[in-house]
T-cell receptor, first 109, second 114 residues
């Protein structure tokens, strides 16, 4: 079965430090992968998606098919990055989207 | 335009009662999802509607849970004989249903079962 694993429930780093939120998936094909973010008192929203290959708010994520990973990275964390981050997988168009358990990122001043 | 809306925003009920949660997706979106968000459990997939296709109910935790989508628009999630472990935030999302597309989430309904 398809599965998304986020091993860290909580990640705390200092402002200005690099950030890496881990995401691993189990699926033998070529899935579409996403990162969603939920800021305090706001709705869950899309941060970035693999297919777009873009950088949003300084975050990037690279799909590594060999390691079945899609880690989210940012070189210099900012306080406003504090939020809950979810990795998600969609294994084909018109299929359900599966989420990981989420990582709470806390940026210390 | 209007985003995904959900009602009620909060629902407190007694164990054993039935509850109905409503989701209004973005107009024109053919795909609609229900998730459950619990502390420490992340986002648990419940059910997925796509156009006129049979819904994917593989995430429903028990036969006490059911969902309908009328006219390809509004959806209702029904929980019968609620239990305390049903307490969670229930999130609805919709997407255009075209390819692998972005989901837009509603604000959620916080369900508390006493």
């Amino acid at each position: 079965a398809q599965r998304v694993t986020q091993p860290e429930k909580l990640l705390s780093v200092f402002k200005g430090a690099p950030v890496e939120l881990k995401c691993n998936y189990s699926y033998s094909g070529s899935p579409e992968l996403f990162w969603y973010v939920q800021y305090s008192r706001q709705r869950l929203q899309l941060l970035l998606r693999h297919i777009s290959r873009e950088s949003i708010k300084g975050f990037t994520a690279d799909l590594n098919k060999g390691e079945t990973s899609f880690h989210l990275k940012k070189p210099f964390a900012q306080e406003e990055d504090s939020a809950m981050y979810y990795c998600a997988l969609q294994y084909s168009s018109a299929s359900k989207i599966i989420f990981g358990s989420g990582t709470r990122l806390s940026i210390r001043p | 335009g209007a985003g995904v809306s959900q009602s009620p925003s909060n629902k407190v009920t007694e164990k054993g009662k039935d509850v109905e949660l409503r989701c209004d997706p973005i107009s024109g979106h053919t795909a609609l999802y229900w998730y459950r968000q619990s502390l420490g459990q992340g986002l648990e997939f419940l059910i997925y509607f796509q156009g006129n296709s049979a819904p994917d109910k593989s995430g429903l935790p028990s036969d006490r849970f059911s969902a309908e989508r009328t006219g390809g628009s509004v959806s209702t999630l029904t929980i019968q004989r609620t239990q305390q472990e049903d307490s969670a935030v229930y999130l609805c999302a919709s997407s255009s249903g075209v390819g692998t597309d972005t989901q837009y989430f509603g604000p959620g309904t916080r369900l508390t079962v006493l």
